[in-house]
């Protein structure tokens, strides 16, 4: 249970710096971004391999790049559903979403070995 708390709170951190980072991600509270933090959490063990699966033509047509769309459309839904969360365009999501992912790997490499 404290390691969940942990990485929920290390995603929490990553989606921090990436609103620091990036103008167009805007979070207004550290409540906003642990409940953003959270939703994203669940969408992308829940939502997401069902978008993989359904968009699977789609994405091994481009190659595995589709799945970079599939990351910012969460992430862009996130930030519809979460108040306090803004981000300004898919295009943003999409870049946010990649950030995000790096800055959540790293931290959790430091933190957690």
Do not use: D, K
């Not at 929920?8 to 103008?23: C, E, N, R, S």
């Not at 959490?41 to 699966?53: E, F, K, Q, S, Y």
């Not at 910012?72 to 981000?87: K, T």
């Amino acid at each position: 249970m404290l390691r969940l708390v942990v990485v929920w709170l290390i995603h929490t951190v990553a989606l921090l710096a990436v609103a620091y980072l990036m103008p167009s991600v805007r979070i207004e509270s550290f409540g906003a971004a642990l409940l953003a933090a959270a939703l994203l959490g669940l969408a992308n063990t829940v939502v997401r391999p069902i978008l993989i699966i359904l968009t699977l033509p789609v994405t091994v047509l481009t190659l595995g790049l589709f799945i970079l769309v599939i990351n910012g459309v969460i992430f862009l839904a996130i930030a519809h559903l979460v108040p306090g969360f803004q981000v300004a365009g898919l295009g943003s999501a999409i870049v946010a979403a990649i950030v995000y992912s790096l800055f959540s790997w790293l931290l959790a490499a430091l933190v957690l070995r």
